[in-house]
């Protein structure tokens, strides 16, 4: 810049400065514009509602002269920049203190009366058998009775066997067996022959036909609660207690009582 140029910058920032120091309310901006030679021509000040102060445009009116189409609300909304990015939260305050309490609410309506509790309790029922009750333990008891009744070991032996054809074919209720005259026909044939393998007779003794009958009473007594089927009113139940013994402890009983009964049946 030669030293006339330099002159006039200096001046027109002076008499800037003289400006602004006479309108403190403006912002300090100073706006120079030149001629097309690039002269300077003036300066303007510009305070913060974008007014030129004396001897200025406003910066709405420049940024026309600079090709900004639209009207000065346009333009003022023009200068406003995009949102920025949202900022970190921040920390959480303080717990605030404890409310008041508040009133008591009214009493709810009251419920159903709810189940009576357990009645007292009932007497103690009869002790039942401690395993199960079956053949083997219902023969073994057949014997016994036998025995005490002092009939032979022949017929102590039919007592034990007289229910075996039970060991091949099962067994099946009196009624039912009525209605199914086969099997009557097949249990029939295996009771033969095992009365004809040990000996004893074909038919059953009135004996032991006896002692069956009240071993029946018996067990409907002590198992049942009572006598069922056929009234026996002149039959008495059998003077004998049953155990339901375990399947092995049944077993053993009546492998004892076969081994000692056929032992002496052979001897006489």
Wanted: glycine fraction near 14%.
């Amino acid at each position: 810049m030669d030293p006339i140029q330099q002159g006039q910058s200096d001046a027109a920032n002076n008499a800037a400065q003289d400006l602004l120091d006479d309108v403190p309310g403006y912002v300090q901006k100073i706006t120079r514009y030149f001629d097309v030679d690039l002269n300077m021509q003036g300066f303007r000040v510009i305070n913060a509602s974008g007014i030129a102060a004396e001897g200025g445009q406003s910066a709405y009116e420049i940024a026309v002269e600079n090709g900004f189409v639209g009207d000065e609300a346009a333009w003022l909304a023009s200068l406003q920049g995009e949102d920025g990015e949202d900022g970190e939260d921040g920390a959480d305050g303080a717990t605030g203190a404890t409310g008041a309490k508040g009133d008591t609410g009214d009493t709810g309506p009251t419920g159903p009366m709810g189940l009576t509790g357990p009645g007292p309790q009932g007497p103690a029922g009869a002790t039942g058998p401690q395993g199960f009750y079956s053949v083997a333990e219902h023969s073994v008891l057949c014997a016994g009775m036998a025995a005490a009744e002092g009939l032979t070991y022949l017929e102590q032996l039919e007592a034990l066997l007289h229910d075996a054809a039970e060991a091949y074919i099962g067994d099946m209720s009196t009624p039912m067996k009525s209605l199914v005259p086969e099997f009557r026909r097949v249990e029939r044939s295996v009771d033969v022959a095992v009365r004809k393998r040990f000996g004893l007779p074909l038919e059953m003794s009135s004996a032991v036909k006896r002692i069956d009958a009240r071993m029946v009473v018996a067990e409907a007594d002590q198992l049942l609660g009572g006598r069922i089927g056929p009234d026996w009113p002149d039959v008495e139940p059998a003077p004998v207690r049953i155990r339901g013994l375990y399947a092995r402890e049944a077993h053993q009983g009546f492998l004892q009582a076969f081994y000692r009964l056929g032992s002496e049946a052979e001897a006489f």
